[in-house]
């Protein structure tokens, strides 16, 4: 006798018979509420919620304060287009974002519906800014799927037939420390980081003719890779001599992620323009480019935008989330969340020696699954494997990376720490199955 499906099963099989199959299906667990860091799929199961909507709820599945300023705005008017009609919500989250992450002296602001919009959007700016073509951006990045986004997203398999690509975009090696720094102390590997981005002005890229260097400061889906501060500070010094603009992509590492606003204010070096989205809004789309007034203004009127930017009950959204963030300082709790996963992650690396490396700032951490402890081996089998089972048992989690060997940890940061406990045994309970050490 066949077993009845069930309604996650026949969920799933509805997708199957009506989405287009490129739609990517990065867990099979479905849903039928949400809340906090707990997902109830359509069987009544509650799993706990270690992906995040890819690194989107931070502030938790439906905040209260956050649904009721949808409920209240969405009563009021859903739509009129920021170009054609002025509205106060778009200007207050403007105001709020430039309050909260300055870029100098005077920022200023424009808003979107997603990070990839974010990123289209920073580019024609700081091309306008420089009167120049050309874009640097690195091995590892992923910044959206839209033409220019995707161009300078780095994994061939999400851009696979989708060609030609946009031009005069350039690609250097991401200053990935495990992975290629072989022997060398911090200090040497950065050195050495430093001098190909200067060399690439000689056989990679024309300076004069480049506008501007993007790149994330913790790369989400290239692996959770933090670039290293002092890198990060030589490309500020870089781009300072040549008149190129610095692009930070925070679209996964903003809004309390790792600990702060933005990642780059853990490192102390300010860009010309970032690009954020995720967790700007719990859930409602929404985006926005913040940088230098001087920059911003740059662009020509009617070169940026589109007719859904800012729009009002997504902008409503996003500062009540702001809002309740700081009511209950969601970047304090970043670093406490970061800081037990991180403490677990290394105890598990000491009884697992498929595990190569931990690493991440704030709560943005992940562990890399090797073969033989050498950071070119990456073992992807493994961590398919061990998401696999942790989904059976009832967690949600991400691989990722180029070689998707790595398991990222994105929940959302009001996560209580017993939720958090069970999560991570869970986690840790089956690598140590899967790697065959003893539980």
Known sequence: MMNKMTDSEKLL?????????????????????????IITDMDGRELIDFAGGIGVVNAGH??????????????????????????EPYLELCETLADILPHGDKTKAMLVSTGAEAVENAIKIARQATKRQAVLCYTGGFHGRTMM????????????????????VYRLPFPNYYRYGNTNDMDTFVEWELKRLRESIHNVVDPNNLAAVIIEL?????????????????????CDEHGIMLIF??????????GHWACWQHYGVTPDISTYAKSLGSGMPIGAVLGKEEVMDAAAPGTIGGTYIGNPVCCAAALATIKYMKEIDLNSRGKQVGQIIRKRFEQLQNRCPQIGDVRGIGSMMAIEFVKNG????????????????????????????TFKNVIRVLSPLVITD??????????????????????
């Open 62 to 87: 439906c905040p209260e304060p956050v649904v009721q300023a949808i409920r209240d705005q969405a009563g009021k008017y859903l739509h009129t287009s920021f170009n054609v009609v002025t509205y």
């Open 149 to 168: 986004a995707m161009t300078l997203t780095s994994k061939i398999n999400y851009k696979l037939n989708c060609g030609p690509f946009a031009p005069e």
């Open 13 to 37: 099989e509805r997708r199957k018979a009506c989405v287009a199959n490129g739609v990517g299906v990065f867990n099979t667990a479905t849903v039928s509420s949400a809340k906090g860091a």
């Open 374 to 401: 050498d950071p070119r081996q990456p073992d992807g089998e493994l961590c398919l494997e061990i998401v696999k089972a942790c989904a059976d048992r009832g967690l949600v989690l991400l691989s990722a990376g």
């Open 249 to 258: 992509d925070e679209v996964q590492t903003g809004f309390g992620r790792t």
């Open 218 to 238: 913790v790369q989400g889906e290239g692996g959770i890779n933090p670039a290293p501060e002092k890198y990060v500070k030589g490309l500020r010094e870089f």
């Open 418 to 439: 017993e939720e958090l406990d069970k999560g991570l045994s869970i986690l840790e309970e089956e690598t140590l199955k899967a790697c065959g050490g003893a539980l």
